[in-house]
């Protein structure tokens, strides 16, 4: 539980607007479903108290989450040898998501490529590593 929380408190502090470097699967899909679990999960508590409250909570979250989800996806194309706009392919309709999901899913490139060196996201990372 830990490493989930360094992982998703790395890429929300220290990678919020950084579309630099490669994210590989295990940091990408460790956020992304950390992130909607809580999401949820907060919605959810919001949306039963007031429709309203839901609402507003949801714009929040929708809002400052946007810059670190699409910094991650760009991330996740660099480690795959590709160009940020690649994220755009979800945007083609039926196929797009089909398409994106596969790259998202796709192993990470094993050697360094013109974004950086392979990244070394350890699930084994102390918590004390990312407070920096």
Same mark, same amino acid.
């Given at each position: 539980m830990n490493q989930i929380i360094a992982i998703v408190k790395d890429v929300l502090l220290n990678k919020y607007a950084k579309i630099t470097g490669r994210a590989n699967r295990t940091e990408f899909w460790t956020y992304v479903l $950390?992130?909607?679990?809580?999401?949820? #999960? @907060?919605?959810? =508590? !919001?949306?039963?108290?007031?429709?309203?409250?839901?609402?507003?909570?949801? $714009?929040?979250?929708?809002?400052?989450? #946007? @810059?670190?989800? =699409? !910094?991650?996806?760009?991330?996740?194309?660099?480690?795959l040898g590709k160009g940020g706009g690649y994220i755009f392919v979800a945007c083609i309709p039926l196929v797009g998501w089909i398409w994106y999901l596969v790259l998202l899913l796709t192993p990470s490139e094993q050697q360094a490529n013109r974004f950086g060196d392979v990244p070394t996201t350890d699930l084994n990372i102390p918590i004390d590593a990312v407070k920096n």
């Open positions: $950390t992130v909607a679990i809580v999401v949820g #999960i @907060v919605n959810g =508590i !919001c949306y039963a108290i007031s429709s309203y409250l839901g609402y507003v909570i949801s $714009t929040i979250l929708c809002l400052a989450l #946007i @810059v670190p989800n =699409i !910094c991650i996806s760009v991330r996740r194309m660099h480690d």
